[in-house]
């Protein structure tokens, strides 16, 4: 079982390349972040005709997350229950595999902006709510994996300049505690579960030729359960579609279980 997240920056504008990547990378589930339109744009029958079921959680303009699979999807949830927040942020769903069910939780993260601003504070809020409803899941679904873009570079080599950018956004140490308390919770970063090169990121500014220059963060992750863990046979960063004409900023994160 396959299993990518990728942040495409407007599912609009970068649909052709999301069906194209398919194409080459059949994974059977696929988390996309930053849809950018409201449900009733959503492109459904694209996917269908191409054999994903899909469900969407969408919004105008910002945010709004997806979830792609072969499968039908089960048991969806859209947002933080219990969390009042007008973001379209978050999508679960149940997904049948050779091995049995997976919960699949997928989040675009607040950014946050700065730290000591009220997004920052917004951020912290929707961390810790994160955390709690993530440990319910935990409990009613072992074989669980979250994914999404996170909005954070959990350790210094996640990061294109740590010392330049420490402390600031992605970087802050609140921000790292709060990833601390979700692998606490019993999950694991897959990418680290395998030896991986040296300046691995998943983003790269449009500005300044950050991709040309890696000057880029590993802001996209997909942690799994301790059910699952020993079901991970590689974790990879797929920068092709970085290389793209008008490509998201974000590169897909796949993880292969069994």
């Given at each position: 079982?396959?299993?990518?997240?990728?942040?495409?920056?407007?599912?609009?504008?970068?649909?052709?390349?999301?069906?194209?990547?398919?194409?080459?990378?059949?994974?059977?589930?696929?988390?996309?972040?930053?849809?950018?339109?409201?449900?009733?744009?959503?492109?459904?029958?694209?996917?269908a005709q191409i054999?994903?079921?899909?469900?969407?959680?969408?919004?105008?303009?910002?945010?709004?997350?997806?979830?792609?699979?072969?499968?039908?999807?089960?048991?969806?949830?859209?947002?933080?229950?219990?969390?009042?927040?007008?973001?379209?942020?978050?999508?679960?769903?149940?997904?049948?595999?050779?091995?049995?069910?997976?919960?699949?939780?997928?989040?675009?993260?607040?950014?946050?902006?700065?730290?000591?601003?009220?997004?920052?504070?917004?951020?912290?809020?929707?961390?810790?709510?994160?955390?709690?409803?993530?440990?319910?899941?935990?409990?009613?679904?072992?074989?669980?994996?979250?994914?999404?873009?996170?909005?954070?570079a959990p350790e210094?080599?996640?990061?294109?300049?740590?010392?330049?950018?420490?402390?600031?956004?992605?970087?802050?140490?609140?921000?790292?505690?709060?990833?601390?308390?979700?692998?606490?919770?019993?999950?694991?970063?897959?990418?680290?579960?395998?030896?991986?090169?040296?300046?691995?990121?998943?983003?790269?500014?449009?500005?300044?030729?950050?991709?040309?220059?890696?000057?880029?963060?590993?802001?996209?992750?997909?942690?799994?359960?301790?059910?699952?863990?020993?079901?991970?046979?590689?974790?990879?960063?797929?920068?092709?579609?970085?290389?793209?004409?008008?490509?998201?900023?974000?590169?897909?994160?796949?993880?292969?279980?069994?």
């Amino acid at each position: 079982m396959k299993i990518g997240t990728w942040n495409v920056n407007s599912l609009s504008v970068r649909l052709p390349q999301v069906l194209d990547w398919l194409a080459v990378q059949p994974v059977d589930v696929l988390a996309l972040q930053e849809l950018k339109l409201t449900d009733d744009k959503f492109p459904h029958e694209a996917f269908a005709q191409i054999g994903y079921h899909a469900v969407a959680h969408g919004q105008k303009t910002y945010n709004g997350v997806a979830l792609l699979s072969r499968e039908p999807l089960a048991d969806v949830v859209r947002n933080i229950p219990g969390h009042g927040d007008e973001q379209a942020r978050v999508i679960a769903a149940t997904v049948p595999s050779a091995a049995g069910p997976v919960r699949v939780i997928n989040g675009y993260f607040v950014n946050g902006q700065e730290p000591g601003s009220e997004k920052f504070a917004y951020k912290m809020r929707w961390l810790e709510a994160l955390a709690a409803w993530v440990q319910q899941e935990l409990d009613a679904h072992p074989r669980l994996v979250l994914v999404g873009d996170f909005n954070v570079a959990p350790e210094d080599r996640d990061s294109f300049d740590p010392e330049g950018l420490r402390e600031t956004i992605h970087h802050t140490t609140e921000e790292r505690n709060h990833f601390k308390a979700l692998l606490a919770l019993g999950l694991h970063d897959a990418y680290r579960l395998f030896e991986q090169p040296e300046k691995s990121f998943s983003w790269w500014d449009y500005r300044m030729l950050g991709f040309q220059k890696n000057r880029g963060l590993r802001i996209d992750h997909i942690l799994v359960s301790e059910a699952l863990r020993g079901m991970v046979s590689a974790c990879s960063i797929d920068r092709a579609p970085r290389k793209n004409k008008q490509p998201s900023d974000h590169a897909p994160v796949v993880v292969e279980l069994g």
